[in-house]
C-alpha cells in the first residue's frame, strides 16, 4: 500500500518539475511554441491532479496509526500544486498580454506595470480580507464569552431573564450595597 503511495510521490515529483521547467520558459519562446507549450502544461497539470487523487485514496486505506505521516505530506503536495498553478496563471498571463501587445502593437511596458500594480492591489486585498475575518472572528469569540459570563452571572445571582446592561449594572451595585455580594464572595 504504501509503495503505491511511493511510486506516486515519484510520478508526483518527476511531473511538477517537467511543469515547474516549462513553466518558466513559456513566456520566452516564440508565439507558435507557446501555444504547444501551454496546451502540454495544461495537460500535464491534469495528470498531476489526478495523481494527487491517487495519492489521497491511498492514504485513506491506510491504517489510521500511520495516516498522520501520509496526510502531512499530502499537504505538502497539495501546496505545490496550487503553487504550481498560480506560477501557471500567471506565466499564461503574461504569454495573453505579449499576443494582445502583438495584435494592437503595444509596447508592453505599461501592460506590465498594470498587471503588477493589478498583483499587488489583489494581494493587499487578500490580507485584508484576512484581518477582516480574524477581526469577525475575535468579535463572534467575545461575544460568546460575555453570553457565558452573563448566563453565569444571571445563575450566580439569581436574576431573572430579559434583562439589558443597565438593569445589570443596576442589580449589581444595589447587591453591592445590601452586603449580598460580600456574603457570597467569602
Known sequence: MSSDFEGYEQDFAVLTAEITSKVARVPRLPPDEKKQMVAN???????AKELLEQMD???REIPPQSR??????MRSY???MGKLETDFKRSRIAYSDEVRNELLGDD???SENQRAHLLD??????RSSRR???GYQIAVETEHLAKLAFHQMQYFYKWELPMDINMVNWKFQEKRKSGILVERAS
Open 41 to 47: 502544461v495544461e495537460k500535464q497539470l491534469e495528470e
Open 57 to 59: 485514496l491511498e492514504v
Open 68 to 73: 498522520g505521516m501520509y496526510s502531512n505530506r
Open 78 to 80: 497539495k501546496q505545490e
Open 108 to 110: 508592453g511596458n505599461s
Open 121 to 126: 492591489n489583489t494581494e493587499r486585498l487578500e
Open 132 to 134: 477582516l475575518e480574524a
